[in-house]
């Protein structure tokens, strides 16, 4: 393998794409081998239970330039680009699915906008195929509600299919915490950066591997990473609801005054007793999910762990299994 930092380095994470990884690869070989510059493709097998393993292994035998990091569970998505930005040597790194909805043709723009000046290079959906409307339009609820509760300038429509100079590469591989939100650091770190869009496509093959409740968590993560606004709606909530009480005491006082002979309902009482309710069970659940988040990152457990490694011989970070823990 030629010694030389390759140009570009592409990172995909990989989880059971074994009926559609192989027109995957086929379409990324043909597009960087367009390009005219050294590249390596960095696949991140994050716990694939199909034949997936077994494919990429196939890919590298034909052509060194692939490279293989395979974890010894699934650590999950944000880990596996974690884990491919933490060992890509290129001085560019794309990061990009594999299940065909990023189309490996879009690569030269993003690369034509680095080298015009841009460090960052995102790629923004200007049309989601194969995709519910529940789907786009949660999606576009979430990145505009993530604009309007922090500070970070996080595009709309803009997953993680995005190109990283190795200055702000360096600087993301100093980020270490726990629940990650690629998309929110790599705008939170700054630099020049750019946009370009294209049309995401319907997966290749098979179904998505975020479905509501993942993706429902991964809104969580971003939320809880980037703004502490909703502790701040906690503390309004009980204050509102501190204000509701004092106008509800006020009205049973008034009526034991002045009409002593009214018989008290329970409905009243009982509404009051669940508005309380709700609004501490809320309020316990949002400092929750912030106190968690601060257990999981004080154990500093490794992100990943990786127990197979090819084509990494004689890199700084190694080929031996638990290689890139930090």
Not at 90 to 114: F, S
Not at 152 to 176: S, T, Y
Not at 301 to 321: H, K, N, W
Request: proline share 4%.
């Amino acid at each position: 393998m030629n010694a030389e930092r390759p140009v570009l380095s592409v990172v995909g994470p990989v989880h059971n794409e074994e009926k559609g990884i192989t027109e995957f690869h086929k379409r990324l070989m043909a597009a960087l081998t367009g390009l005219g510059v050294d590249f390596e493709v960095i696949y991140v097998d994050d716990g694939s239970r199909d034949g997936t393993g077994e494919l990429l292994r196939r890919f590298r035998e034909a052509d060194p330039r692939v490279r293989i990091l395979q974890f010894s569970r699934n650590f999950g998505h944000q880990m596996a680009i974690t884990a491919g930005m933490d060992h890509a040597r290129g001085r560019a790194c794309i990061v990009m699915d594999t299940d065909g909805q990023d189309p490996p043709e879009v690569i030269g723009r993003l690369v034509e906008a680095w080298k015009g000046g841009a460090q960052v290079v995102y790629a923004v959906r200007s049309k989601r195929e194969g995709e519910t409307l529940f789907k786009k339009l949660t999606a576009a609820v979430f990145y505009r509600f993530m604009q309007s509760i922090t500070h970070v300038d996080i595009p709309p429509d803009a997953g993680d299919f995005r190109l990283l100079d190795e200055a702000v590469l360096k600087v993301m591989r100093d980020l270490r915490e726990t629940h990650r939100y690629v998309r929110g650091l790599t705008s939170w770190v700054g630099f020049r950066q750019t946009r370009v869009e294209y049309v995401r496509l319907a997966r290749l093959e098979g179904e998505t591997h975020y479905p509501l409740m993942k993706m429902l968590r991964f809104a969580i993560d971003g939320v809880t990473s980037f703004s502490h606004i909703p502790l701040r709606w906690v503390t309004l909530a009980g204050s509102v609801s501190f204000v509701l009480s004092v106008l509800a005491g006020l009205w049973v006082l008034q009526v034991k005054l002045f009409n002593p002979g009214a018989v008290q309902g329970w409905t009243s009482m009982m509404a009051v007793v669940l508005f309380l309710g709700s609004i501490q069970l809320i309020s316990l659940g949002v400092m929750g999910e912030y106190l968690g988040r601060i257990f999981d990152e004080v154990k500093r457990r490794p992100l990943y762990i990786v127990s197979r490694a090819e084509g990494f011989e004689g890199d700084a970070a190694g080929g031996a299994p638990g290689a890139g823990l930090r």
